[in-house]
């Protein structure tokens, strides 16, 4: 099990920083480690991100503690498990400083975080702790999951804090639960299946146990029971798993044809079909089969929305769900890609501000002095070049700030743009699941009032 804490750093962070990295408690820094800066010269880089957004908070940092129980984790395993702490609930948007002490019975991380976040300039408070959602109970419920991905005891299971927006909440819960992570694998080998048996097959290469008959069920590595897919929801029945794995190999032809962007605003998706609804013999075919009086109204509400037949409500509503996963990876392609520009910036801008204190210093007459004066600049210069090494295009020349800017800024529009779409396909996700459920219970209704008349007649 781990516990963990996480409190502010109003003043010394140089000694803070300074005492997690000591190296006789971490096999001479082999477990330290850092992420968007270098620990010697952290607490520059750390005020440097703040100069360059303009915050004045009396918060330095936050300082992470995670600890395990004696002679539970590994050194390596407990290094590994802060890293991927630190990354899940940061996202690649703060610096940070991890070391491992091992000097203990009990290993424990250290994890100081910059209160700043480097891409937006919004502070860790305002992002990762507010009232409703506080940063300690996201930093146990990640450190739970990953005790019990390492196979670690677990404290406990607390809830899932408010606040959050569903497509966050969704993220934040993905993964948590070997359910999760079955819905997970059962997405993503549908994206690419050429058939249900090439969909086992990408299951199997996962690692996961499957077991057929009457209801599909799969058992991951390590798992103790198996899971019935039925069970992770509507979609993931061994029909419904066919189904859209058809869908999506008959999507897959259509886009080798050139078409243009089809998405359309949710206000203007449902456009009524030419005529009306005795016109169209598909909904009238079904109607003669339900109770009319209880059916018209859903009749109306199909051909409102452009359906001819029940069944394709059925195929929007699978194709709505799919849509919604293609988004959500778009979405975190997107994040990844502002989040490496922003690292870049933020390198890019660090060698600029601090290249003129280098050339200073270049033709200074007392060498000595001017380093003593302007030691920490001249260390962040240093780290800076060897920094921006890796972005030399293939005239040896650095990208410009503004055109990356530029980037940044489209790359926000366009998760703004595919947010909405989220939004948009998550609200008509629920109007025609509502509709089917409806169609659903009508059609039961009628069945069970012909079963009752049959067995009158009997």
């Known amino acids: 099990m781990a516990y963990t804490s996480i409190h502010p750093i109003e003043s010394t962070l ?44 009396s918060i330095l940092a936050y300082h992470l503690i995670q600890s395990f129980a004696p002679g539970e984790a590994t050194p390596e395993q407990a290094h590994e498990i802060g890293i991927k702490l630190a990354d899940e609930l940061l996202k690649g948007q703060y610096e940070y400083v991890i070391s491992t002490h091992i000097d203990k019975e009990h290993t424990h991380n250290h994890i100081i975080i910059n209160s700043v976040n480097f891409e937006t300039g919004k502070t860790f408070s305002t992002e990762l702790d507010r009232k409703n959602n506080p940063a300690w109970q996201q930093i146990r419920n990640i450190s739970d999951e990953l005790c019990k991905e390492y196979g670690l005891s677990v404290i406990s299971n607390p809830e899932r804090g408010k606040g959050k927006s569903h497509y966050e909440w969704e993220q934040n819960k993905a993964g948590n639960s070997w359910k999760n992570k079955l819905k997970i694998s059962i997405d993503e080998c549908i994206k690419t299946a050429t058939s249900f048996d090439d969909f086992l097959d990408k299951m199997k290469a996962l690692d996961y146990e499957i077991k057929q008959g009457k209801h599909i069920s799969f058992r991951a590595k390590g798992q103790e029971r198996f899971t019935r897919a039925k069970t992770i929801g509507y979609y993931y029945t061994e029909e419904q798993i066919r189904y859209r794995i058809d869908r999506r190999i008959m999507w897959r032809e259509r886009q080798n044809t050139p078409t243009e962007n089809t998405y359309t605003p949710r206000g203007e998706r449902f456009i009524s079909i030419e005529g009306n609804v005795a016109e169209n013999e598909g909904l009238k075919r079904w109607a003669m089969l339900q109770n009319m009086k209880h059916a018209s109204k859903l009749i109306n509400e199909l051909s409102e929305r452009g359906f001819e037949t029940p069944e394709q409500l059925h195929e929007k509503q699978v194709d709505l769900y799919d849509e919604r996963l293609d988004i959500q990876d778009e979405i975190k392609q997107t994040e990844s890609q502002m989040t490496d520009i922003s690292l870049q910036l933020k390198q890019l801008r660090s060698y600029r501000d601090t290249k003129e ?29 060897k920094q921006v090494q890796s972005l030399l295009n293939e005239n040896g020349k650095l990208p410009a700030i503004s055109d990356l800017e530029k980037q940044y800024e489209s790359l926000k529009a366009k998760k703004a743009d595919l947010m909405q779409r989220y939004k948009d396909i998550r609200t008509e996700i629920t109007e025609v699941e509502k509709l089917k459920a409806s169609i659903d219970n009508l059609e039961k209704s009628d069945q069970t009032r012909t079963k009752t008349k049959t067995d009158n007649l009997t």
């Not at 033709?363 to 302007?374: G, I, P, V, W, Y």
Request: glycine letters at 2%.
């Open 14 to 57: 140089n000694f803070a920083i300074s005492y997690i990295t000591k190296p006789h408690k971490t096999e001479e820094q082999k477990y330290v480690d850092s992420y968007g800066c270098t620990p010697i010269i952290a607490v520059q880089e750390f005020e440097r991100t703040k100069k360059d957004t303009h915050h004045r908070g």
């Open 357 to 385: 204190i280098n050339q200073k210093y270049k033709t200074a007459k007392n060498k000595d002095k001017f380093f003593r004066e302007h030691e920490s600049e001249l260390h962040l210069y240093q780290i800076a070049k």
